[in-house]
């Protein structure tokens, strides 16, 4: 018997394709109709907030999904990319305005966050490269705690104008007008008067774009990464470290490229998340945002790129279109949300959410769209008991295997 | 000179006081680390409800409204405070341990058999939900801690003084650690504690009851960081629906700092810890003092994963 | 020329010594068997081979060269590969991808090369894919490529892991009881699987409870009791040995088996 052994990327069904021409047609045409009405417009600040996450949860999911790793302080890498572009980027708009030429003058500082986004990626994988070569060799959940530690840490310094860079609790806003191109998509306005419909470009609509071209781009690069040696080896040490060092997997290395190659996500999305707010301030890289971020990649279905996706809308996009919904009269009207039930929703969802991460753990913890493999590894119907799960290398050095080995 | 050893005398009181509380709360780390090698994430929680419970228990026992001439018993003398404040205590221990209890049935034990990961995100989940339960309950950001413990500053060296309450404090924690230590080693209980957290599997096949043992050190550990957390807001005269999260996470590093998994080491970083932070605090500016606490989790994973009186972490690979 | 050569190695932990003072070598090509009741030190021996443990004293030596302090990793791709007493495999990984898994140290593609697709990559992926085939081939398991690991049955997933050893091209394959749970028709195909690795020209260490596999394929035989070599021999040898039969059966063994003869 014989068995094919092309590599390949296994194919796209007709029903597949069907359904990736209908998604990016909403993807691209959705947030102008949205914006074309006025109690709607709202909605693409929304999607373009829950873009931002969809980023950051594709980020953390090389960390957790792929390589196993538990990291809480993942929004410090997201702080260090938004205050790379509001620090580097401030100075770059000061060198640039000593430029006579008016022209290139202002596409340059137009442009400011395009040039941001290579050097806050940079800044903050080599942040990740730095605090995982000493960390990466701790146990799962103490690695947990550190990176708490650590996204405490970069949060309290940012608080206290660290080297006199951050402007403290205070916050600091991102110097740059207009970004590249904006004003020019801003003059053609289409009104469709019979149906209310009224659409011209925003600010928003910009952001929006610019996150779905970088969420592309992410899915693009994890879809390869997965696919290859790196990405088999994630899984391989994920499944058995021992056996992964065994067959020469480097396990140091093999994490901290996942660390790395998280952070560096992380910084991304922090650029674009504070040029898209022209402001930020240290309360916006908290703990709880931590927790928000690998609860999406949780919820989701860790090392699924759709079930990742799926988890950053729900959790980052329900509670904003609520509350949103609410304070649209219109809309509210239509779904018959008052305020007080609005405001009870929007404070009742952290309760819920906490909720929702016992009773996941507990019932499905393999994700609302699980990938496969995780799927099958995290239900605790398996026979795996908490001992063989921890058959780490340093279990087996020590002794302490569980599983009565002989010495 | 001599001021400078004033605000060191008076660091090292602040310190031990503040480490004290530390130590209540890592044991509770430790002892459940110790027998199901997890992170009890909600465990700070615990610390935040029971000043809840001690706060509305003390301001129940002393509202003439509601026990009447009681009230006055409990306020009128040294002897009524003593009452009032033991009951004040084992309202909140009881109660206090019993949800951490229910947290452990509920939100842990479904998970035993799951891979590490799966515990802690549910024990992030708790930790979230009861804070949020805390807050819509209470339904106010603050509130004060009435102060009915009779305050009273005792100059000791310098300008460096020391109050009634820190010494009260201290005397409560010194002997509940030593209560906990003596139970730990002598009693049946404490002894199959000892056992589990050797080997589990071992225990269970010398007929003791794993489950029990477990409830009971979801008990005792979250009883603890009760008394710390009343011991909390009596001491900052406030109490906050997310006030367990930082004292949460510093005795976590305490614990670690101990070396995890060791009583004794729990109560050893944790003093060290709350005496580093007061010394750093007031050497230094006091809004970098809780990055003394991280700095110190941080470098002690790094360098001697094991604590100070632990075995070792790093997986070596 | 000796392949392996281990000086007085020895290896506490705490108070035990699983290994103490062992010297044993072996030779290109040949076949030897680690034998011992448990606990012997016989997987401790392989975990100072390949890195898991760095002997508290004496010497290993892999090739003229050193293993002690290296990682597990790097003695793979020194040329030393190894099954494990209770299977380790990844399983949740297909069987392709176990034996693909294997061909990490023998293929190079960084993330780089993974983003960019080049020629480069596509060879390689495609390389990777054919040895592992091979290896599947070469153990019978190539019906099974696209099945998850865990869902093969134990005899197989005994081969599976020999097949990722071999896809790691060693010169030493360490094999740590493959026969254990074999009923008697698999413990014969192993052992034919067996020779037929070393026809491949790799050299086999093995340790093994089958004294029936032991006996039909290997050239010499160590035995190790509580840590210490008490015999060395031609399979002959051992089986007629006073001190293994004692270590194995209890003293007086030896009395009751010769009145049996």
Not at chain 3, 178 to 207: C, F, H, Q, W, Y
Request: with cysteine; charged share 15%; hydrophobic share 50%.
């Amino acid at each position: 018997m014989d068995i094919q052994t092309k590599v390949g990327d296994g194919g796209w069904s007709k029903g597949k394709i069907a359904l990736a021409v209908v998604g990016a047609i909403l993807l691209v045409f959705l947030p102008v109709v949205l914006q074309g009405f006025v109690a709607m417009s709202f909605l693409v600040r929304i999607l373009a907030v829950v873009g931002i996450y969809v980023m950051l949860a594709l980020g953390l999911n090389i960390v957790v999904g792929y390589a196993g790793l538990l990291d809480l302080g993942y929004i410090a890498f997201y702080a260090m990319g938004a205050y790379s572009a509001a620090v580097v980027g401030n100075l770059f708009v000061k060198a640039v305005s000593h430029i006579g030429a008016v022209g290139l003058r202002e596409f340059l500082t137009s442009s400011t966050f395009i040039f941001m986004l290579p050097v806050a990626a940079l800044i903050a994988a080599l942040t990740g490269i730095s605090l995982g070569t000493p960390v990466l060799r701790l146990r799962g959940d103490y690695l947990a705690i550190v990176t708490l530690g650590f996204g405490e840490l970069i949060r309290i310094l940012a608080t206290n104008n660290f080297l006199g860079l951050t402007n403290g609790a205070m916050g600091m806003s991102i110097n740059v007008p207009n970004p590249v191109g904006l004003v020019a998509m801003q003059k053609p306005v289409i009104n469709i008067p019979a149906v209310g419909f009224s659409f011209q470009f925003s600010v928003n609509l910009y952001w929006y774009y610019v996150v779905v071209l970088l969420i592309c781009f992410t899915i693009f690069i994890v879809r390869r990464l997965d696919n290859s040696r790196l990405g088999r080896s994630w899984v391989a040490m994920r499944e058995d470290e021992v056996a992964a060092a065994s067959v020469g997997v480097n396990i140091r290395t093999a994490k901290l490229w996942a660390f790395a190659l998280g952070a560096l996500w992380g910084g991304l999305a922090g650029v674009v998340f504070a040029n898209f707010q022209g402001f930020i301030t240290p309360d916006s890289f908290s703990f709880l945002e931590s927790v928000f971020v690998v609860s999406m990649v949780v919820l989701g279905g860790m090392g699924s790129i759709p079930g990742v996706i799926i988890g950053a809308a729900l959790i980052g996009g329900l509670p904003a279109i609520i509350q949103g919904v609410a304070q649209s009269p219109m809309l509210a009207s239509v779904f018959h949300i008052d305020a007080p039930t609005a405001s009870a929703i929007a404070n009742y969802r952290y309760l819920l959410f906490g909720l929702l991460m016992v009773v996941m753990m507990a019932w499905r913890p393999q994700g609302i769209l699980p990938s496969k493999r995780r799927a099958r590894e995290l239900h605790p119907e398996d026979e795996k008991t908490l001992e063989e799960e921890d058959q780490s290398l340093w279990a087996v050095e020590h002794g302490i295997d569980g599983s009565g080995h002989d010495l | 000179m001599q001021a400078q050893l004033a605000t060191i005398v008076q660091q090292l009181i602040n310190g031990i006081t503040l480490g004290s509380m530390y130590a209540l709360v890592a044991l509770g780390y430790t002892l459940v680390y110790g027998i199901l090698l997890m992170i009890n994430f909600a465990h700070s929680e615990m610390f935040m409800v029971g000043a809840y419970v001690g706060l509305f228990t003390l301001t129940g026992l002393t509202n003439p409204h509601l026990v009447g001439g009681l009230a006055a018993f409990f306020k009128g003398s040294g002897f009524g405070l003593v009452i009032l404040f033991a009951l004040v205590f084992v309202v909140a221990m009881i109660a206090v341990g019993c949800l951490g209890m229910l947290v452990e049935r509920f939100a842990y034990r479904p998970l035993r058999n799951a891979p590490r990961l799966a515990p802690l995100i549910s024990a992030i989940g708790v930790s979230i939900f009861l804070q949020n339960a805390v807050l819509l309950w209470v339904n106010t950001m603050a509130l004060p801690f009435p102060q009915v413990f009779p305050v009273k500053e005792i100059t000791i060296y310098g300008s460096a003084q020391v109050s009634t309450l820190q010494i009260f404090i201290l005397v409560t924690v010194i002997i509940l650690l030593t209560a906990l230590d003596t139970f730990v080693a002598r009693t049946r209980m404490g002894k199959a504690m000892r056992a589990t957290s050797q080997d589990r599997e071992a225990a269970g096949l010398m007929g003791i009851d794993i489950n029990r043992v477990i409830t009971f050190t979801f008990f005792i550990g979250p009883a603890l960081g009760a008394v710390a957390g009343i011991f909390n807001g009596m001491y900052y005269g406030v109490v906050l629906w997310n006030m367990g999260f930082i004292p949460g996470i510093k005795s976590f590093t305490a614990a670690v700092l101990g070396g995890i998994g060791n009583l004794r080491g729990a109560i050893l970083g944790g003093f060290l810890l709350g005496i580093v932070e007061s010394l750093a605090s007031g050497f230094l500016s006091t809004g970098y003092k809780d990055v003394v606490a991280f700095i110190v989790l941080i470098l002690v994973l790094i360098f001697r994963p094991g604590g100070l009186l632990g075995e070792s972490v790093v997986e070596k690979v | 020329m000796a392949i392996v050569e281990a000086t007085n190695a020895t290896m506490q932990f705490g108070g035990l010594k699983a290994v103490n003072d062992v010297s044993i070598h072996i030779d290109e090509g040949e076949i030897v068997a680690l034998i011992g009741p448990n606990g012997a030190g016989k997987t401790t021996m392989f975990n100072m081979l390949t890195g898991i443990y760095k002997p508290t004293s004496g010497v290993l030596a892999f090739n003229g060269v050193s293993v002690a302090g290296k990682k597990p990793h790097q003695i793979c791709k020194m040329g030393i590969a190894r099954t494990f007493q209770n299977i380790r495999l990844f399983a949740n990984m297909t069987t392709l991808e176990n034996v693909m898994m294997g061909r990490h140290t023998r293929s190079t593609a960084g993330p780089w090369q993974a983003i960019l697709r080049g020629p480069g990559f596509k060879r390689e992926e495609q390389r990777t894919t054919d040895e592992a085939a091979k290896w599947l081939r070469f153990v019978g398991l190539i019906g099974q490529a696209n099945e998850l690991a865990k869902n093969l049955p134990y005899g197989q997933q005994r081969r599976l892991e020999i097949a990722r050893a071999l896809a790691t091209e060693p010169k030493l394959l360490l094999l740590d009881e493959p026969a254990a749970g074999m009923n008697t028709r698999e413990s014969a195909d192993l052992t034919k699987l067996v020779g037929r690795i070393r026809k491949t020209g790799v050299t086999v260490l093995l340790i093994e409870h089958d004294m029936k596999v032991v006996m039909d394929i290997a050239d010499r035989i160590y035995v190790l009791d509580f840590g210490e070599l008490i015999a060395e021999g031609k399979p002959v040898e051992i089986q007629r040995n006073p001190k293994v039969i004692e270590a194995y059966l209890g003293k007086g063994a030896e009395a009751m088996l010769a009145q049996q003869a």
